[in-house]
């Protein structure tokens, strides 16, 4: 399967832990996304890079977000001293180019004791 | 006001239905418009994607986007149960930054009925 791939799938941790997601994008996809999926609601924009750099930011990606995509490949999404507020899906997309498709990976559902 | 406004629904409808599927925004500046159908607990997957104004057809699916009203709408044809998912809008304008983010509508849950 040569799709867009996330690890874990699934995580539980307590208030207050840190914790990291990767996403693995389409081989050859220069772009990558990383959008927050809550209960009932659409995706939200979080952060975008091309290659390995962090083009956009959204405000919603506060002080206790942080995103990398070293070398252009895979990216990862920590986020520290983590919230009940945090508690959501995190979905990883990527493109080939500007009015690409978008290609979803299978996300990472996370929930905050 | 939302960006991108979509009636979240439930709607059920009987196997074979046309179904109407609608969403509205208020940015001009979007371009690129697109449909995502998402099953539960699962990423979105790509069902249309259209650039500016006009109908795209595929297979039981068709996408129209009106610019002038702001309005897009996805129909499904002879609906089968397997249709029933969340259906989510998505546009994108690529403005100076060009990171060609998409905007999501909250979705419809659709359920077809055999």
């Known amino acids: 399967d040569t799709g867009v791939s996330q690890n874990p799938r699934h995580k539980i941790t307590k208030r207050g832990q840190n914790v990291t997601f990767r996403c693995d994008p389409i081989?050859?996809?220069?772009?990558l996304y990383w959008y927050r999926q809550t209960l009932g609601q659409g995706p939200e924009f979080l952060t975008y890079?091309?290659?390995?750099?962090?083009?956009?930011k959204s405000r919603l990606l506060s002080d206790r977000f942080s995103a990398e995509r070293p070398k252009g490949s895979f990216s990862t999404l920590e986020i520290q001293r983590t919230e009940q507020g945090d508690s959501a899906m995190y979905l990883c997309?990527?493109?080939f180019g500007l009015g690409e498709t978008q290609y979803f990976g299978p996300g990472t559902r996370l929930l905050v004791l | 006001q939302k960006e991108v406004e979509q009636d979240p629904g439930p709607l059920s409808v009987p196997e074979g239905a046309i179904v109407s599927l609608n969403c509205t925004y208020s940015?001009?500046?979007?371009?690129?418009f697109m449909w995502y159908r998402q099953y539960s607990r699962k990423g979105p997957e790509l069902l249309m994607y259209?650039?500016?104004?006009g109908n795209k057809e595929d297979g039981r699916f068709t996408a129209q986007v009106d610019k002038s009203s702001k309005y897009i709408s996805l129909f499904i044809r002879d609906s089968q149960p397997s249709d029933s998912a969340t259906y989510l809008c998505?546009?994108?304008?690529?403005?100076?930054?060009?990171?060609?983010?998409?905007?999501f509508g909250q979705g419809t849950t659709l359920q077809v009925k055999p």
């Open positions: 997309a990527s493109s």
């Open positions: 940015n001009s500046a979007f371009q690129y």
């Open positions: 890079f091309q290659n390995e750099a962090q083009l956009e």
């Open positions: 081989s050859e996809h220069n772009r």
């Open positions: 998505a546009m994108s304008d690529h403005g100076s930054s060009n990171t060609g983010k998409l905007i």
């Open positions: 259209t650039y500016s104004s």
